[in-house]
Every structure is written in C-alpha cells, then in structure tokens.
C-alpha cells in the first residue's frame, strides 16, 4: 500500500538525517530504517516514477512525502534528475 503524505507530517528530526548524502539520480529515495517505508521524491518527479519506485521497494506500507522546493534547495537536492536529462 502506498500513502501519499503531505511534507508537514514527516517529522522534523528526521529530516537532515534523510536528505544527508547523495540523493539518487531517479530523484526517489527510499528507507526502511524507521519501520514502515519512507520514500522521499524531488518535487519534479511525476508521480508514476514514484509510485513504481515505492511498489518496488517491497514494504507492506511506504509512506511517500515530496520533497518541497524550497526544502530541495537549502539541501542543494535541486539538481537534474534523469527524467530531466532524457
């Protein structure tokens, strides 16, 4: 099952820890490290690329959030993405 969820509801403190490091060319990153699959999406990436992404990670529940623009660019995410590219 896969939950859409609005950024405000991911929280805070786990935010920095999530977006640390590089971030996938797809533009999509998943985690199992808090329980439930969280995905995290570049707010440029149609929902069709999400949501294939988050049925492949195998979790029972992946609670998506997009990541807003002005989140992207304080951690410097807002860069080409291969949809972008192609």
């Not at 808090?34 to 999406?41: E, K, N, T």
């Not at 570049?42 to 002005?70: C, E």
């Not at 951690?75 to 291969?82: E, G, I, Q």
């Amino acid at each position: 099952m896969i939950i859409v969820r609005k950024w405000k509801d991911l929280q805070s403190t786990l935010v920095p820890d999530l977006l640390k490091g590089d971030f996938p060319q797809c533009g999509v990153k998943y985690t199992g490290k808090y329980g439930q699959g969280l995905v995290l999406a570049l707010y440029n990436v149609p929902i069709k690329i999400i949501k294939d992404k988050a049925k492949a990670a195998n979790s029972n529940i992946s609670h998506v959030f997009v990541i807003p623009k002005s989140v992207a660019r304080v951690y410097r995410l807002d860069v080409p993405t291969l949809t972008d590219v192609v």
